[in-house]
Nanobody
């Protein structure tokens, strides 16, 4: 049963922007933190960003801070990742994740994963 579905990935050039979306079932979205992780080729999956249910609390990895913005639309059960000033090192499969809170997600407390969407940034 698919519960988190990512979309919006693709092939872009360095400096371009992309917006990823993750549509979730209400059961795992309402009242919960949501986040994004990524796995680059040959590397471990790493934390990117997370957001609280209210949207009032966000955390970012140092590598994306100032370039990426996480947001959510609780009426649409959807979380977004706006990625600006993309770099080749941002190339990865991006995964949506759900957890109890944003802080829990930051500590790898993940209850649900999406299937991932590929982002490729050419130089």
């Amino acid at each position: 049963q698919v519960q988190l579905v990512e979309s919006g990935g693709g092939l872009v050039q360095a400096g371009d922007s992309l917006r990823l979306s993750c549509a979730a079932s209400g059961r795992i979205f309402r009242g919960r933190g949501m986040g994004w992780f990524r796995r680059a080729p040959g590397k471990e999956r790493e934390f990117v960003a997370t957001i609280s249910w209210s949207g009032g609390t966000t955390y970012y990895s140092d590598s994306v801070k100032g370039r990426f913005t996480i947001s959510r639309d609780n009426d649409k059960n959807t979380v977004y990742l706006q990625m600006n000033s993309l770099k080749p090192e941002d190339t990865a499969v991006y995964y949506c994740a759900g957890g109890v809170t944003a802080a829990a997600i930051l500590r790898n407390g993940i209850d649900y994963w999406g299937q991932g969407t590929q982002v490729t940034v050419s130089s």
